[in-house]
């Protein structure tokens, strides 16, 4: 499994109750179409923009009260009716999208965390939301969740982002290892190249690791939805470390003998 942000809804697990399936479907739906329109095809930048204004208009219509007309936004609106949910999150979706059209280097971590917080920790907020879990220690917790799981796709992805003229990886880490955009360009296989990428792993597992105590807190099918995700999660750092850190000549995921231990390491938790 690629840890891609939008392909870790539990969209239709056999984990998810089916209660909460055409609700995580239809936010599924929405992000997922959202973060294609930044993302895919062959519209200019202009074009991208637009079309993500009118998201955000048809959330705003939501939140007048107001039922849109557009299929995927009234399925949206009688989600969050009926489960309370708060639009913000999903706002914040939109303004990491938008950022994504406009923004191809990050200078520093924090400036990625920014992006991260609105990129990724929209999701987990609102799965909170849902399984009514929401309080500060959780918060904190599924925010680390989910920026680790966004960190861990970019540094799958770094060959897929550069080809797309996006580095990820913050530019004060590329000068501190002395890595420069032309050796990315190169496949890089160079000791700085690794130090650079064995530090980005650790940062990863160390966010990881942070917000995992709130697998034991979230009962039920939620509880080992999250358990199996956050090993996943690191079970890909391990195939990074395992390929010395090499995410050009093959992209690391995970076959079937890597679930066996993401299995076995999520009961154990």
């Excluded at 499994?1 to 697990?13: G, I, K, L, T, W």
């Excluded at 955000?56 to 969050?80: K, M, T, W, Y």
């Excluded at 200078?107 to 920790?121: I, K």
Aim: some cysteine; overall charge negative.
């Amino acid at each position: 499994m690629p840890v891609e942000h939008y392909e870790n809804f539990p969209v239709a697990s056999f984990l998810l109750p089916r209660r909460l399936v055409p609700a995580v479907e239809a936010i599924y739906a929405f992000a997922r179409s959202a973060d294609d329109i930044a993302d895919e095809g062959g519209a200019t930048p202009p074009e991208r923009l637009a079309e993500l204004e009118r998201y955000g208009n048809e959330l705003q219509a939501i939140e007048r009260g107001q039922v849109p007309a557009d299929p995927l936004f009234s399925r949206l609106a009688a989600v969050v009716t009926a489960y309370g949910l708060p639009l913000a999150p999903m706002h914040d979706l939109l303004s990491a999208f938008r950022q994504d059209v406009l923004t191809t280097r990050y200078a520093d971590y924090t400036a990625l965390l920014d992006y991260c917080r609105r990129s990724a920790n929209p999701v987990g907020r609102l799965m909170l939301e849902l399984y009514q879990a929401v309080d500060e220690r959780n918060l904190q917790d599924s925010d680390a969740i989910c920026t680790a799981l966004q960190l861990i796709n970019f540094w799958q992805d770094v060959a897929i982002d550069l080809a797309k003229g996006r580095i990820y990886l913050p530019q004060e880490d590329l000068e501190r290892h002395g890595v420069t955009e032309a050796e990315l360009a190169a496949t890089p296989s160079s000791p700085a190249w690794r130090s650079l990428m064995r530090f980005e792993v650790e940062r990863a597992r160390a966010l990881m690791l942070g917000g995992a105590p709130l697998v034991r807190r979230l009962p039920g099918r939620i509880g080992w939805e999250l358990r199996l995700m956050v090993q996943g999660g690191l079970r890909i750092l391990e195939a990074i470390e395992r390929a010395d850190f090499d995410v050009f000549g093959r992209r690391p995921t995970l076959a079937p003998a890597d679930w066996i231990v993401v299995g076995w390491r999520a009961l154990r938790m």
